[in-house]
């Protein structure tokens, strides 16, 4: 077996003289592996162990795509965290909660909510059997704020509202858990400002007036000049 088709021991060292330790460390251990060769007249057999875990692996993700279902609730481990979401462990296979699932909260980092080998609680909300992959979420699984919140809204109401993220051309303030809204660049006061970061900043908290609320986006339009006036 060639040392690149080796996996159970991490990267090796080629250029240490000898036999590698971490590869002497595998006398007596049993490995899975595939055969990639096999030529009797050159009493030749050519095995990878790296092949057998690829096998493995699309094995797995063939049975879970199989036996999963959407709305399936099932309690996993974290087994990977990127900037675009988790990879959990759902024990028949891993599945990916994307970003926009692990929380209700807008413009939440995935590596500051979880980390690995975290247990958390997941529903599947797609199987793609063709492609062998299972989607997740974790939010689902929680009330939907906006669903909650949005009977509460009306159009010329004011709220307390605070500013969770700023941008060039307004800033988005949290006026209910998991419910944001843009507050326009031209709504942010009264005075009018060149740049929102002038008048406010994350973590900022404003009286705001609600001036549209659309239901479709899920997203209502706030002022915080106009609240200024009352």
């Known amino acids: 077996m060639p040392l690149s088709q080796l996996v159970s021991i991490g990267a090796i060292d080629t250029r240490v003289a000898g036999v590698p330790e971490p590869v002497k460390a595998l006398v007596g251990k049993r490995l899975q592996v595939r055969v990639l060769e096999a030529d009797p007249k050159r009493d030749r057999l050519i095995l990878s162990e790296k092949a057998a875990m690829q096998q493995v692996r699309r094995d797995r993700k063939a049975r879970g795509t199989a036996q999963l279902s959407k709305g399936d609730v099932l309690t996993g481990t974290v087994v990977g965290v990127t900037p675009y979401g988790l990879f959990v462990d759902v024990g028949v296979d891993d599945g990916l909660v994307h970003r926009s699932e692990i929380t209700w909260e807008k413009g939440a980092e995935p590596t500051a909510l979880h980390?690995?080998?975290?247990?958390?609680?997941?529903?599947?909300?797609?199987v793609d059997r063709d492609r062998q992959r299972i989607s997740l979420s974790i939010k689902r699984l929680g009330a939907d704020p906006w669903k909650e919140f949005v009977d509460q809204l009306e159009t010329g109401q004011t709220v307390d509202a605070t500013v969770t993220r700023v941008m060039p051309y307004g800033a988005f303030a949290r006026i209910a858990h998991g419910v944001e809204g843009l507050i326009h660049v031209s709504e942010l006061a009264v005075a009018g400002v060149g740049h929102p970061n002038a008048p406010v900043r994350?973590?900022?908290?404003?009286?705001?007036?609600?001036?549209?609320?659309?239901?479709e986006r899920r997203r209502p339009s706030l002022s915080a000049r106009l609240a200024e006036r009352t």
């Open 202 to 215: 994350a973590g900022d908290v404003l009286p705001v007036r609600i001036v549209a609320i659309d239901r």
């Open 115 to 126: 980390r690995l080998g975290d247990a958390v609680k997941v529903m599947v909300v797609g």
